[in-house]
């Protein structure tokens, strides 16, 4: 009968043990996910743009992520209208 006692007690430890494993689980940080800190990179393009013209200015991006592109004057007639896109 002592052993059915011992058996039993074994296997309460064993399931407490494991029920006490399992929670300790739920706070787990992946160390491997890197947050990057964004990188901000200037380039500044200048030139002429003729009326029904076109520019072009490749530029390189050597991590993905968020481009802002800018433009802060048109000149002579900053009234014109004019499109500005970047593509792949």
């Given at each position: 009968?002592?052993?059915?006692?011992?058996?039993?007690?074994?296997?309460?430890?064993?399931?407490?043990?494991?029920?006490?494993?399992?929670?300790?689980?739920?706070?787990?940080?992946?160390?491997?996910t890197?947050?990057?800190?964004?990188v901000?990179?200037?380039?500044?393009?200048?030139?002429?743009?003729?009326?029904?013209g076109?520019?072009?200015?490749?530029?390189?991006?050597?991590?993905?992520?968020?481009?802002?592109?800018?433009?802060?004057?048109?000149?002579?007639?900053?009234?014109l209208?004019?499109?500005?896109?970047?593509?792949?």
């Amino acid at each position: 009968m002592l052993w059915r006692w011992t058996r039993r007690l074994a296997l309460v430890v064993v399931i407490a043990v494991a029920a006490f494993a399992a929670s300790a689980c739920e706070d787990v940080k992946d160390y491997y996910t890197i947050d990057p800190t964004p990188v901000v990179y200037t380039e500044t393009f200048t030139g002429s743009l003729a009326p029904g013209g076109y520019n072009s200015h490749p530029f390189i991006v050597s991590v993905s992520g968020t481009v802002t592109m800018k433009l802060t004057s048109v000149a002579p007639d900053s009234a014109l209208q004019l499109g500005f896109d970047i593509g792949t």
